[in-house]
């Protein structure tokens, strides 16, 4: 079995990462920018927002972060967003999800100008991957498509099998493996029989929230099987796949964590770096 190194690929990435941004800065004399907005102390999300932006440095981005209390009025950081767009050093803007109740978060991802919106949410750059024109990529299935990619460089007519229908992973997962010509099923919370359509794939990418869902007697030996999920329970951080049984029949399979969460972040500086390419054409 394959244990695929999220980790380690993480890491490659991130220095190619690095000399791209060495070489874009001799070219054009400035380096791309990201600026994060983070409302509220939620834990989590100040964890998330504290490894985004040692990262952006480590590769040599220019990263701000602009904090806001729970309290902030929609209006403020709509305004505020509407100052990142028009700010030539920002290349990427984030806000980082989720928001409290009364900001409304469709809003403010369409407010983020399409060429500056790093994660891929908005309607612009979600229609354009589904019609398969050059958009920014949610961060986690690009990720995943990267990971599957170093396993099985040829994906011409594999059949892939996506567990969970969400905008964040499971549709654009969807579509990227669309592209490379998968034919490809997604399954969710009303599919009838999941195990028999896992069992039908090349590749399982379970995207669910529910902890150790894929079960060993639902791949096969040569299946590639990417684990999605963050899931925390009494015996700690597990994903959706049950990892114990499932690396004991698979082709190859990510931990958790270890495997997808790492490629997330490294991500999201390849798609500052595009954004920055963009514009500068
Ligand atoms: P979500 O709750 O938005 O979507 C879950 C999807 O799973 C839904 O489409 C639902 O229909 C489907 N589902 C629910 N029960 C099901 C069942 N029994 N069988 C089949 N499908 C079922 O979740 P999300 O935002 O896509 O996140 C999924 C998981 O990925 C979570 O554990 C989350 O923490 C994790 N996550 C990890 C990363 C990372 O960087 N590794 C990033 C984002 C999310």
Redesign the pocket.
């Known amino acids: 079995m394959i244990l695929i190194d999220g980790k380690k690929v993480a890491a490659e990435l991130r220095e190619e990462l690095k000399h791209e941004v060495t070489g874009l800065k001799a070219k054009y004399n400035k380096v791309p920018g990201l600026t994060v907005i983070l409302i509220g102390d939620l834990t989590p999300s100040q964890i998330y927002v504290r490894n985004k932006e040692k990262s952006a440095n480590e590769v040599g981005l220019k990263s701000e972060v602009i904090k806001y209390p729970d309290s902030v009025e929609e209006k403020t950081v709509l305004e505020k967003i509407e100052e990142l767009n028009k700010d030539e050093t920002v290349s990427g803007i984030l806000v980082q999800l989720p928001l409290p109740k009364h900001i409304d978060k469709q809003k403010v991802i369409e407010t983020i100008i399409p060429s500056k919106d790093v994660d891929g949410f908005h309607p612009m750059n979600v229609g354009n991957l589904s019609s398969g024109y050059e958009s920014s990529v949610p ?2 299935p690009l ?1 995943c498509y990267l990971l599957i990619k170093k396993v099985e460089p040829n994906l011409n007519g594999k059949k892939a099998v996506i ?8 549709k654009p997962m969807t579509q990227l493996l669309l592209k490379e010509n998968c034919t490809v099923t997604i ?5 009838k029989d ?1 195990k028999a359509e896992c069992l039908e794939a090349d590749i399982i990418v379970a ?4 902890p150790e ?1 894929v079960k060993g007697d639902w791949v096969r030996k040569d299946t590639i099987v990417i684990d ?4 925390k329970t009494d015996k700690g951080i597990v994903g ?1 796949v049950d990892f114990d049984e499932v690396s004991k029949k698979a082709k190859a399979l990510t931990p ?1 964590p270890g ?3 790492p ?2 972040i490294a991500c999201l500086l390849k798609n500052t770096i595009e954004c920055f390419k963009r514009s500068q054409i």
């Open positions: 961060c986690t990720g567990v969970g229908r969400s905008n964040l992973n499971g399954t969710h919370s009303k599919t999941l995207a669910v929230g529910i869902l999605v999920g963050i899931n959706d958790v495997g997808v969460g490629m997330t």
